[in-house]
């Protein structure tokens, strides 16, 4: 078994694929309402604490899969740790998150692409819940799904060389920016520094997080990278400090490019500030706005590459447990990849734009509160197993492990009490507790069927 996959991802490509995975559309999207939320200085500081937070559950991690280098991650440390109900537990609300970034891409793909092509609305096949449902949008994100399923179906070192070409195309975009705020930017647009109500950090620090999902993908193709143990949990923190400077380096740039009163009034700040930059109007993007488009684009397309990798490998080593069927263990003879859970989650996107953007919406804020719950589960496994396998070999050893592993637990425990009603992020409800009680109960039935069988 120590062959079923092909052993070919190497140290760039592992970065690749995490940084891809946590640099999605948000940095062009979102960054003027970070901003105009929390000030310069107040989003720097939200980032800069919500990545060291995101440091201490990466430690965790980094520990784990250096210790145990096997394709599902969670799955492997839970179990050991915790054992086998535990470990359906996690990994079944990773899967959640994986597989619904990976359908929200299909409609998110589209909505970007739209800046640069309008033309590619052909007209309103129906609306659901609100939502339009344009056709093609739909071609779009068909079209999209079926090339990002087809690169992972035909080997993780093809995923992982187009993973490595985009985000090159990505790191262009930001250094158009950083280097247009380095030769004009002013330091008095980046004024207030803080913003009134100061709370406005504490709104952007909820939400750095949700903007660090994606380093714990490596674990997941972990028998696929051809690195030594300890090489692999390294790569692991510096493709969370990667990210988090990025994040750092997007928003001081767009606020040196962009005035707060022309911020608040912005769709795409990013974008608006690198055509200011570089010459042209904010209403009027140029080579450098619409370069930053195409890299928001290409966060798009690398979150999904690497979710969609990841969700496969979580449904292999579930159906290996023996809660899925096991035609999702059925590895290509050829491209060594799992490709009856590709084309599955393929199929799946490929349906996504049909039911409209409000309820993937629904999806992916669910998402973030399931992965959050795997965070929980592999901070206490690393406490549990430093306490009962104390000379278990960790070629990735860390120091202080009580307090990165309790400070790790607290900050899960922390992130999800700002799902629950009693906050301003809490998910909605009906539709978003409505779609996890509806997951958890269809894992409930799985978990009792093997119960059953044994």
Same mark, same amino acid.
């Given at each position: 078994?120590?062959?079923?996959?092909?052993?070919?991802?190497?140290?760039?490509?592992?970065?690749?694929?995490?940084?891809?995975? %946590?640099?999605?559309?948000?940095?062009?999207?979102?960054?003027?309402?970070?901003?105009?939320?929390?000030?310069?200085?107040?989003?720097?500081?939200?980032?800069?604490?919500?990545?060291?937070?995101?440091?201490?559950?990466?430690?965790? +991690?980094?520990?784990?899969?250096?210790?145990?280098?096997?394709?599902?991650?969670?799955?492997?440390?839970?179990?050991?740790?915790?054992?086998?109900?535990?470990?359906?537990?996690?990994?079944?609300?990773?899967?959640?998150?994986?597989?619904?970034?990976?359908?929200?891409?299909?409609?998110?793909?589209?909505?970007?692409?739209?800046?640069?092509?309008?033309?590619?609305?052909?007209?309103?096949?129906?609306? #659901?819940?609100?939502?339009?449902?344009?056709?093609?949008?739909?071609?779009?994100?068909?079209?999209?799904?079926?090339?990002?399923?087809?690169?992972?179906?035909?080997?993780?070192?093809?995923?992982?060389?187009?993973?490595?070409?985009?985000?090159? =195309?990505?790191?262009?975009?930001?250094?158009?920016?950083?280097?247009?705020?380095?030769?004009?930017?002013?330091?008095?647009?980046?004024?207030?520094?803080?913003?009134?109500?100061?709370?406005?950090?504490?709104?952007?620090?909820?939400?750095?997080?949700? /903007?660090?999902?994606?380093?714990?993908?490596?674990?997941?193709?972990?028998?696929?990278?051809?690195?030594?143990?300890?090489?692999?949990?390294?790569? %692991?923190?510096?493709? #969370?400090?990667?990210?988090?400077?990025?994040?750092?380096?997007?928003?001081?740039?767009?606020?040196?490019?962009?005035?707060?009163?022309?911020?608040?009034?912005?769709?795409?700040?990013?974008?608006?500030?690198?055509?200011?930059?570089?010459?042209?109007?904010?209403?009027?993007?140029?080579?450098?706005?619409?370069?930053? =488009?195409?890299?928001?684009?290409?966060?798009?397309?690398?979150?999904?590459?690497?979710?969609?990798?990841?969700?496969? $490998?979580?449904?292999?080593?579930?159906? !290996?447990?023996?809660?899925?069927?096991?035609?999702?263990?059925?590895?290509?003879?050829?491209?060594?990849?799992? +490709? #009856?859970?590709?084309?599955?989650?393929?199929?799946?996107? %490929?349906?996504?734009?049909?039911?409209?953007?409000?309820?993937?919406?629904?999806?992916?804020?669910?998402?973030?509160?399931?992965?959050?719950?795997?965070?929980?589960?592999?901070?206490?496994?690393?406490?549990?197993? $430093? $306490?009962? !396998?104390? !000379? /278990?070999?960790?070629?990735?050893?860390?120091?202080?492990?009580?307090?990165?592993? +309790?400070?790790?637990?607290?900050?899960?425990?922390?992130?999800?009490?700002?799902?629950?009603?009693?906050?301003?992020?809490?998910?909605?409800?009906?539709?978003?507790?409505?779609?996890? /009680?509806?997951?958890?109960?269809?894992?409930?039935?799985?978990?009792?069927?093997? $119960?059953?069988?044994?």
């Amino acid at each position: 078994m120590a062959d079923r996959f092909a052993k070919v991802l190497r140290g760039r490509e592992v970065v690749a694929l995490a940084f891809g995975a %946590m640099i999605g559309w948000s940095w062009v999207l979102m960054t003027g309402v970070w901003l105009t939320a929390a000030g310069t200085l107040g989003t720097v500081i939200a980032f800069a604490l919500g990545g060291l937070a995101i440091t201490l559950v990466g430690l965790t +991690y980094s520990e784990l899969a250096s210790a145990m280098p096997k394709t599902g991650g969670e799955h492997v440390y839970t179990r050991r740790a915790l054992g086998a109900d535990w470990s359906f537990a996690c990994t079944w609300a990773l899967l959640f998150s994986y597989l619904n970034v990976c359908l929200f891409e299909s409609v998110a793909l589209p909505t970007a692409l739209v800046y640069l092509f309008p033309e590619i609305r052909l007209g309103t096949l129906w609306h #659901v819940l609100g939502a339009e449902v344009d056709l093609g949008f739909v071609l779009v994100g068909i079209l999209g799904a079926a090339i990002i399923t087809w690169v992972n179906y035909i080997g993780v070192r093809t995923a992982a060389f187009v993973q490595t070409c985009v985000t090159a =195309v990505i790191f262009l975009a930001g250094l158009t920016l950083f280097t247009g705020a380095a030769l004009g930017g002013s330091v008095e647009h980046a004024q207030p520094w803080l913003a009134t109500p100061a709370s406005g950090v504490l709104l952007v620090l909820i939400m750095v997080p949700a /903007m660090l999902v994606g380093f714990d993908v490596i674990p997941q193709s972990a028998e696929e990278i051809d690195l030594p143990p300890r090489k692999l949990g390294r790569l %692991m923190i510096i493709s #969370v400090f990667c990210a988090v400077l990025w994040y750092i380096l997007i928003a001081l740039s767009t606020s040196l490019g962009m005035p707060d009163a022309a911020l608040a009034q912005s769709e795409m700040a990013t974008a608006e500030a690198a055509s200011t930059l570089w010459g042209a109007s904010a209403a009027n993007l140029n080579w450098a706005g619409i370069l930053l =488009v195409v890299g928001g684009i290409g966060g798009i397309l690398t979150s999904w590459n690497a979710f969609i990798l990841g969700a496969s $490998r979580v449904t292999f080593v579930l159906a !290996e447990s023996g809660y899925l069927p096991p035609v999702f263990t059925r590895i290509h003879p050829r491209y060594k990849t799992p +490709y #009856v859970a590709i084309a599955t989650i393929g199929i799946l996107s %490929m349906l996504a734009p049909f039911f409209g953007r409000t309820i993937l919406v629904w999806l992916i804020n669910s998402s973030s509160f399931a992965i959050t719950i795997a965070f929980l589960f592999v901070a206490t496994s690393f406490l549990v197993l $430093r $306490r009962s !396998e104390p !000379e /278990m070999p960790r070629p990735f050893k860390v120091s202080h492990p009580n307090l990165v592993g +309790y400070g790790a637990v607290l900050l899960s425990v922390g992130l999800l009490a700002a799902f629950f009603p009693w906050s301003n992020s809490a998910l909605a409800w009906p539709e978003e507790w409505l779609t996890i /009680m509806a997951w958890a109960f269809l894992g409930l039935c799985l978990w009792l069927r093997l $119960r059953l069988r044994k």
